[in-house]
Structure formats: C-alpha cells, structure tokens
C-alpha cells in the first residue's frame, strides 16, 4: 500500500503541471486567433476589443499567458472558467 501512496504523492504534482501547460497553450492559441488572426481561415476579419468575442480573445490570450508561466493560476483559471 506504501507504494501506491508514493506513488500518486510523486507524480501528481507532475501531472497537473503538465495539464496546466497545455490548456495555457491552449487558451493562447484561441486568443491568438481571435485578435490578430493567427492561422485563421483567409479573409476572416479581427473582432472590435470591447465585442464579446474581443474580450474573449483579450482573457484567453493573456489569461493563457499567465497560467503559462504560472503567475496568479487559481485567480486566472476562476475568471477563465466563465
């Protein structure tokens, strides 16, 4: 049983960093897309900044940012997740 417990204490922590570098890249990926069209289908036009869509395009791109680099993730990740 010992080994089981070491065994989730050791990993768990790796795992979620993980996770969390891939929904970051995630979230900037989309945000990209939405505010200066990185690989966006041609001849799609940038929403306005204050647009639902801007503002969502604003949060994911830099919402995305912070949680890559690690800086203020439960508040990001609350405000992110609606």
């Given at each position: 049983?010992?080994?089981?417990?070491?065994?989730?204490t050791?990993?768990?922590?790796r795992?979620?960093?993980?996770l969390?570098?891939i929904?970051?890249?995630l979230?900037i990926?989309?945000?990209?897309?939405k505010l200066f069209?990185?690989?966006?289908?041609?001849?799609?036009?940038?929403?306005a900044?204050?647009?639902?869509i801007?503002?969502?395009g604003?949060?994911?791109?830099?919402?995305g940012?912070?949680?890559?680099?690690?800086?203020?993730t439960r508040p990001?990740?609350?405000?992110l997740?609606?």
């Open positions: 049983m010992a080994t089981s417990d070491s065994f989730h050791t990993w768990t922590p795992i979620l960093s993980v969390r570098l929904v970051a890249f979230l990926a989309h945000g990209a897309q069209g990185f690989l966006a289908p041609p001849g799609m036009q940038g929403p900044l204050l647009s639902q801007g503002i969502g604003l949060l994911e791109f830099f919402g940012g912070l949680l890559l680099i690690g800086l203020f990001v990740a609350f405000v997740s609606g």
